[in-house]
């Protein structure tokens, strides 16, 4: 999961295998969240994102699950590959003009 | 299309040295924005604009201005750095605000010395 520190949280998987990364978010008015991905040296790619009003929506290979009850969101990866080894953040849009991004969490996907 | 392009890649100040980061979009985008990002923490925005000619402070102002003369730039000044502005900067733009995804940059990395 997300945090807030030094030391990025890492996931390590193999290669074919899923991935799910976890973020807690903080605020429960947050409406609207977006996983974003990061490769090393570049800027964040953006990913997918959900509304507050749907627990699910599928992207190509992607799937996030928002769980509003324990402010809990989850980007699950399918058939993990080499190319997916990068840092996943999400963000969390809590009113107007004020986006947070979480610290994110480092994916190395091992061949 | 470029998307959103940032300049420069690199840069070292030394301490009380002003600079100017430039930020530029090809996609017609409305708001446009600056973040930072240092080790293990998420990206704090410093100031966004709304629309050409408008500008707004953000998380983490202090120690930084904006201008947004023409609507495809956005530039970020320092005035006088500061080791504590030793971080990487995300430029980032669209047209929804915070509701929609942004497109970034592909960062400046600034070290104050």
């Known amino acids: 999961g997300e945090s807030v520190g030094l030391h990025l949280p890492t996931l390590s998987v193999q290669e074919g295998d899923n991935s799910i990364i976890n973020c807690a978010y903080s605020?429960?008015?947050?409406?609207?969240f977006i996983w974003y991905k990061q490769e090393s040296g570049k800027g964040p790619q953006f990913i997918i994102d959900?509304?507050?009003?749907?627990d699910k929506r599928q992207g190509q290979r992607v799937t996030v699950l928002l769980n509003k009850t324990v402010k809990h969101l989850s980007l699950q990866i399918a058939a993990t590959q080499p190319g997916d080894s990068a840092v996943y953040f999400c963000?969390?849009?809590?009113?107007?003009?004020?986006?947070?991004f979480g610290a994110g969490t480092r994916l190395t996907v091992k061949p | 299309n470029a998307g959103v392009t940032q300049t420069p890649k690199f840069r070292v100040l030394k301490t009380g040295q002003s600079m100017t980061l430039l930020c530029a979009q090809d996609m017609n985008h409305e708001y446009m924005y600056w973040y930072r990002q240092d080790p293990g923490m998420g990206l704090r925005l410093i100031h966004y604009?709304?629309?050409?000619?408008?500008?707004a402070k953000g998380e983490v102002p202090d120690g930084y201005n904006v201008s947004r003369l023409k609507k495809q730039n956005f530039l970020l000044g320092l005035e006088s750095a500061a080791p504590s502005q030793t971080s990487v900067y995300f430029c980032a733009s669209n047209n929804g605000g915070v509701s929609y995804g942004y497109t970034f940059g592909s960062g400046t990395r600034l070290t104050v010395v």
């Open positions: 963000a969390e849009r809590r009113n107007n003009n004020d986006m947070r």
């Open positions: 605020n429960s008015a947050s409406d609207y």
């Open positions: 604009s709304v629309g050409e000619g408008t500008t």
């Open positions: 959900i509304r507050s009003n749907m």
